[in-house]
């Protein structure tokens, strides 16, 4: 937990967890709908 | 027999009561299917040269035996319309719309009341639980003046259909006419219970008699919502008839009459208006208070009440656009034309408005936040930051007004070089309007969490993280929501519509992760000072107003785009509309008669109000026991 | 300002004088000094609050038609008042105060709805009792025209088709194309004489035919008079087939038209008797009797498949033949792709005018033919061509100018789609897709 209260890494892992989150809600989300999240980068 | 074992008795005897007022309907009911079976069956004994006439349901494409007279073919004159000298559909709009506001107000309340009741009933602090069982009873006594005004108002509405039209209202009767003496005997039952249950409160205050108190508001509520989803019948029957065939002739399954295409979404949204509607007046009701009352302690709990109300409205606002979108796709889904019709055609300017409405909305809301952090102790640390949210919303709020296509002269076309602005038309589409009111929302909850840790300072080992990570979830979840809408320009249209659903749930991501979060944090943590409820500046007070306000416009603006799409019909489809007023009012005659209707709303009911203020000054008895006990508590996570 | 202070006195004056009485009669009944000088000021702000209000309204009245921006004064005038008025009357400022804001919240949306541009939804367009019985010649057969090219003087149209969708196959003056059916100029005298007469007709033997169908329908028999000819032509167009019009293979044996009383199609016996009159009244003939003709179907449509009249929908002009929320089945029935096209795996789709349209297979090697002009470079981009320009490029051995050219303007975009993806799947050899 004292690791965590370092600013730097509390920084790090928020990063980490909130843009995987987000990533994952966009390609799943789509997914569902039969969508590709990624359609412009595949092209 | 001992009094408080006589008391038990009684109050189970009244629920039982409650529950057979619930049940009589239900009974009555149950030969009525009967009857209509038993019709056909009467022919066919006599039948013989008789022949039985088939129809095809116009919906559930069923084949049923003919019971009912088709649809009337109405002519223009008084015998189907008879007129004053005045346009009768604007009499009847006036009518129907009155009635509606009084009708949601009194059904939202009691929802209110069982949900403070129990906040009260499970509370483990002494004085607030006081303080909330005394605000339900506060809630009810004002619904009760506002029921009868109901009852009266839904009079003469049936009297404005009996005059004015008889010919369609003796063509929806005939066909529900089941439906309306269920709908009457539940009237009876809700008046019954909401008699028992305000009278008995006083009595049965402890304990045991408590919890039975607080079934009875389950049961009243209950009444309530089989009554309003019986009335949304008729209306989802008008929008997208089903159980008659293609004459209108009743084909003898009540159920499927019932049970339309647009039923079921008309009635989760209808349940969600009406109480963010309740919460508006309630908070109006709180506003006024406030306003006129003389004593610090009055405004404290006129303040209090304000927020509760507030909260509880906004609550259910959140979920309200989903649940327009569902109504919209069944629309859609039902018939292409009718959501063209609304979307894109001749209703399209009043979404424009809607828009214009729903960020209001979400303004005020914001503001009452902001201004509420001014009664509390450590607060301030947030305030300077407020100016940063107002001109993330104002930016949120400017795309999601952009108009798409507009209406415009050849001048005003040449002067900006198109159909759309070569810059500021690109936020017309879709997508920047949803980056837009999401952007809104979001904005939203952060005020919400920020004025929910205003006075408190988690102790936690892992605060600083939380609120590290919360600001940073914040910060993704603008990026996220700004990104997918101008990701939604580079990519093609069947794509691109997918995009709202994650960007809806990003938003809802912030609300549901970041309000568990925050209470998580705030549990046990340490106070800068109290909530000095009272302390709001008189400004945050108007904002409850405009709240208010703008829902009560806005709920008429939905009811007449709602009414409004069937266009000439009576009955979609099936009854043709062929009086003088079949046509479509412009938007500005529309605006003006919903601020007219709303005017008269607020007149009437302030009236209301302004005699339940006399009526508590005859009873100093039991107005020092609405005051709040001596030194306001924190209200818990509110 | 004098006018308008003039015309809110004109309004206002009976409440004026009421105030103006008011103030007299305080100055007259009440002794104490302090109590009278407060009615007094009360009075009086009363009548500034009042004169305002009735400006207000003048100048509402007066610049309703005219001056729109100076309507929102009167707005801003009578919320103030009614604040103003709640700073002396502490009693009521509440509810002036809270009246006050809501009237300039609720007054300022109405005016941002004037704002906006007006559109008002005209009269539903006047309900059309089709009783065809009771109609002129004439007017029988402007609604014939109606049906067959979608409105009154559409005849000479290219692309012009109504419900009946007959201009998909025929043409119908001198010179038009129309290689899949007969030129329909001239027929009531043509049909009289040329057709019934015809040997291979077998007139009143039926039996002796040697067509798909010997009949309408079991016992009814042949024509004897023109009329009756082309009422069964229309329920029966295998009865008989005019040389060199039958699906190819057959030996002109059957016929690529469908049953006109049959779905998707559907024409109920008043609209036929329209259509009918209309042969008949643009050759400058006389027609047959609303009655006569009912009755020539009547012969050979039995009762039960007579369909019903859709009352309420008259045809559009420039209606959509799909609208795309049909399954793809339907759009190539609606659309008549199914009378001259093959198409594996929808059924009834047996036409051999044009090609068989097995896409996912040929249209790769028709790109890259060294005659291919057109501008596509993926199967589907082929087919949308094809289908919305038919002349692009031309399938040998088939003749140009026989598909009609319409498709881009009758099928919405949804239907072109679902006509797109599903042919693009349609491969020689392989199961066809599933209709969606």
């Known amino acids: 937990m004292s690791a965590l209260n370092n600013p730097v890494i509390a920084v790090i892992v928020s990063v980490v967890v909130a843009v995987t989150y987000f990533t994952l809600v966009d390609h799943f989300l789509m997914d569902m709908q039969g969508l590709d999240y990624w359609y412009l980068f595949r092209k | ?183 009457a005997l539940m009237f009876v039952a809700e008046s019954g219970t909401l008699y028992i249950y305000y009278y008995g409160w006083d009595k049965m205050k402890e304990g045991f008699l408590k919890w039975i108190h607080l079934s009875m508001s389950v049961i009243l509520n209950i009444i309530g919502t089989l009554l309003m989803f019986l009335a949304n019948s008729w209306i989802g029957f008008m929008m997208s008839p089903a159980g008659v065939d293609e004459q209108g002739r009743f084909l003898g399954n009540i159920w499927h009459v019932i049970h339309t295409a647009l039923w079921n979404p008309l009635n989760v949204h209808r349940i969600l208006g009406n109480m963010a509607f309740g919460g508006g007046v309630v908070a109006a009701y709180a506003a006024y208070r406030f306003l006129a009352s003389k004593t610090d302690e009055d405004r404290a709990h006129y303040d209090w009440m304000g927020y509760i109300a507030m909260a509880l409205g906004v609550a259910f606002l959140i979920p309200l656009p989903f649940a327009g979108y569902w109504l919209m796709r ?141 600001g940073v979830f914040f910060f993704f979840a603008y990026v996220n929501i700004i990104w997918l809408a101008i990701y939604g320009y580079y990519i093609p249209a069947n794509v691109r519509v997918g995009l709202s659903v994650p960007q809806v749930a990003t938003t809802l991501s912030c609300l549901f992760f970041m309000f568990a979060l925050n209470s998580v944090m705030m549990k046990g943590a340490k106070q800068m000072g109290p909530i000095e409820w009272g302390k709001i500046s008189v400004r945050s007070q108007y904002a409850l107003i405009m709240l208010a306000t703008a829902f009560t416009w806005m709920m008429g603006l939905m009811g007449y785009i709602r009414s409004s799409v069937r266009l000439f019909w009576h009955v979609n489809e099936i009854m043709r509309d062929n009086s003088p007023w079949a046509y479509t009012h412009t938007v500005g005659f529309a605006a003006n008669m919903i601020s007219f209707n709303v005017l008269f709303f607020w007149v009437s009911i302030l009236f209301v109000f302004w005699l339940g203020s006399l009526a508590a000054k005859k009873v100093p008895v039991s107005a020092t026991a609405t005051a709040p006990g001596g030194a306001p508590q924190p209200a818990g996570s509110h | ?299 050979f449509i039995p009762e039960a498949d007579r369909p019903k009249m859709t009352e309420d929908k008259p045809a559009v002009a420039g209606a959509l033949l799909a609208d795309g929320s049909e399954p793809v089945d339907q759009i190539f029935a609606k659309a008549q792709c199914v009378s001259c096209h093959t198409i594996p795996g929808i059924p009834g789709a047996t036409g051999t005018i044009g090609p068989k349209l097995v896409e996912g297979t040929n249209a790769p090697t028709r790109i890259k033919d060294k005659d291919y002009k057109g501008t596509a470079k993926s199967t589907p981009e082929y087919i949308m061509e094809s289908v919305v320009s038919p002349s692009t490029y031309v399938v040998k051995p088939f003749p140009d100018n026989t598909m009609p050219k319409v498709f881009g303007q009758k099928l919405s975009a949804g239907a072109l789609k679902k006509i797109v993806d599903y042919l693009s799947n349609v491969y020689e050899g392989k199961e066809p897709p599933k209709i969606s």
């Open chain 2, 1 to 183: 027999m001992g009094p408080v074992t006589r008391k038990k008795v009684f109050s189970i005897m009244a629920l039982c009561a409650m529950i057979s007022l619930l049940l009589l309907p239900i009974i009555v009911s149950i030969p009525s299917p009967a009857i209509g079976a038993d019709a056909p069956a009467a022919d066919a004994a006599k039948k013989d040269e008789a022949k039985v006439e088939k129809g095809r349901d116009v919906y559930y494409k069923t084949e049923g035996i003919v019971v009912g007279a088709p649809a009337p073919k109405t002519t223009d004159g008084p015998k189907d319309y008879p007129r004053y000298n005045f346009e009768s559909r604007v009499l009847l709009w006036f009518a129907n719309q009155q009635h509606l506001y009084y009708g949601s107000f009194v059904l939202a309340v009691p929802i209110f009341c069982m949900i403070i009741e129990f906040m009260g009933v499970v509370t483990k602090d002494k004085a607030l639980a006081k303080k909330y069982d005394q605000l339900a009873y506060d809630f009810i006594k004002i619904s009760l003046t506002a029921y009868s005004l109901t009852a009266i108002l839904g009079g003469i509405l049936i009297f404005t259909f009996l005059t004015l039209y008889p010919a369609f209202f003796g063509y929806l009767s005939s066909i529900f006419r089941p439906v309306m003496h269920i709908y």
């Open chain 2, 330 to 470: 069944e629309v859609y889904a039902y018939r292409q034309q009718m959501g063209i019709t609304l979307m894109g055609g001749l209703l399209a300017w009043l979404f424009i408005i809607q828009a214009t409405m729903i960020g209001i909305l979400f303004l005020s809301t914001n503001y009452y936040l902001w201004q509420a952090m001014g009664r509390m102790r450590g607060a301030e640390k947030y305030q300077r930051y407020i100016k940063y949210l107002v001109f993330i919303l104002c930016c949120g709020y400017l795309v999601f007004i952009t108009p798409h296509t507009m209406v415009m002269t050849p001048a005003e076309l040449k002067a900006m070089g198109g159909q759309q602005h070569p810059v500021l038309g690109n936020y017309g589409v879709m997508s920047a309007k949803n980056g837009g009111i999401n952007v809104i929302i979001t904005t939203t909850v952060l005020s919400f969490v920020w004025y929910m840790r205003g006075n408190k300072v988690s102790t936690l080992s892992w605060a600083k993280f939380g609120n590290i990570f919360m």
């Open chain 3, 1 to 299: 300002m004098g006018d308008l202070i003039g015309q809110a006195l004109d309004i206002g004056w009976p409440a004026l004088a009421l105030l103006v009485g008011l103030l007299v009669y305080f100055q007259v009944s009440i002794k104490d000094p302090v109590a009278k000088k407060r009615a007094t000021f009360k009075t009086f702000i009363g009548i500034i609050a009042a004169v305002m209000l009735f400006i207000a309204i003048a100048n509402y009245k007066e610049n309703f038609y005219g001056e729109n921006r100076l309507l929102p004064v009167s707005l801003v005038m009578i919320t103030s008042l009614a604040f103003m008025m709640g700073i002396y009357f502490t009693n009521l400022a509440a509810l002036l105060k809270i009246g006050g804001f809501m009237f300039f919240v609720a007054a300022a949306l109405s005016g941002y709805g004037n704002w906006l541009p007006q559109v008002e939804g005209g009269f539903p367009p006047k309900e059309e009792k089709l009783d065809f019985s009771s109609m002129t010649p004439q007017q029988l057969a402007d609604e014939g025209e109606k049906i067959i090219f979608g409105g009154i003087g559409q005849n000479k149209v290219q692309g012009a088709i109504g419900k009946g969708q007959c201009p998909l196959c025929h043409a119908f003056h001198a010179g038009m194309l129309g290689e899949r059916a007969p030129n329909l100029l001239g027929l009531p005298e043509r049909a009289g004489k040329e057709r019934i007469e015809d040997p291979k007709y077998h007139k009143g033997e039926p039996a002796k035919r040697e067509y798909a169908d010997k009949e309408a329908c079991p016992g009814c028999g042949t024509a004897t008079t023109a009329q009756e000819y082309i009422a069964e032509s229309h329920s029966c167009p295998s009865c008989y087939v005019v040389s060199g019009y039958g699906v190819k293979g057959t030996n002109d044996k059957e016929s690529p038209m469908p049953k006109i009383h049959k779905p998707p199609i559907s024409l109920s016996l008043p609209e036929l008797a329209a259509v009918d009159t209309w042969l008949y009244v643009r050759e400058g003939r006389e027609a047959p009797s609303f009655e006569e003709i009912t009755k020539s179907y009547e012969k």
